[in-house]
């Protein structure tokens, strides 16, 4: 079974940055969306930026110019470069990666933003 192995949250002070990466265990096949999306206490899970197989990205208007996402295909690894963190990006971040056959999603990561 492949798993989505998530790293790089934390706890920063507003107007930080962090780095987030998502790597799958084992070889996904196929994979035509990578992805991160992001749920807050008593909020749905939202979508904050994901990048196609052919590199083209789509971002949260909360957090485009702020947020980049990238990936490594060779890898199957997906990166979020996150600056100037507000403390409304205070979240448990996932990431997901949806292939021809499959949907996967990592355990996620918490960010923590602080003032």
């Known amino acids: 079974q492949v798993q989505l192995v998530e790293s790089g949250g934390g706890a920063v002070q507003a107007g930080g940055s962090l780095r987030l990466s998502c790597a799958a265990s084992g070889r996904i096949f196929s994979i035509n969306t990578m992805g991160w999306y992001r749920q807050a206490p008593g909020k749905q899970r939202e979508l904050v930026a994901a990048?196609?197989?052919?590199?083209?990205?789509n971002y949260a208007d909360s957090v485009k110019g702020r947020f980049t996402i990238s990936r490594d295909s060779t890898k199957s690894t997906v990166y979020l470069q996150m600056n100037s963190l507000k403390l409304e990006d205070t979240a448990v971040y996932y990431c997901?990666?949806?292939?021809?056959?499959?949907?996967?999603w990592g355990q996620g990561t918490q960010v923590t933003v602080s003032s």
């Open positions: 997901n990666f949806r292939s021809s056959f499959n949907v996967y």
């Open positions: 990048i196609t197989s052919g590199g083209y990205t």
